[in-house]
């Protein structure tokens, strides 16, 4: 598949509730891709939280469906989004390699 840009959305609490070392957020996430990261805010279950918007560049959908399950296990969160396009695609820890796939292919078709 062709190298495409995508954004990732990370939410910046963890799933019981402890707001994650912004620092080491960022350290992590810049031995782990190229990218333009953006501090924002995330609506979780009616709640705001700090939340982190992820641009990559010149990437495949693969790899980004990829970088997303490990941030989501890392970072102890429920899911992280992954936008290709229009079509978003949320990504949790315990996805197995074939629901990564079916992923990859919803975000490709637009889905």
């Known amino acids: 598949m062709k190298n495409v840009n ?11 509730f402890i707001p994650l070392n912004m620092n080491t957020v960022y350290k992590i996430i810049a031995s782990s891709t190229d990218a333009t990261i953006t501090e924002c805010t995330g609506v979780y279950h009616g709640k705001l939280e700090p939340s982190l918007k992820i641009e990559i560049y010149d990437t495949t959908l693969e790899n980004a469906v990829k970088l997303a399950r490990k941030f989501a296990c890392t970072f102890n969160q429920e899911c992280v989004a992954v936008t290709y396009k229009w079509a978003t695609v949320f990504v949790d820890a315990m996805a197995t390699m074939d629901e990564c796939k079916q992923l ?8």
């Open 6 to 16: 995508i954004v990732l959305n990370l939410g910046l609490v963890t799933q019981n």
């Open 104 to 111: 990859v292919k919803r975000l490709a078709k637009g889905e």
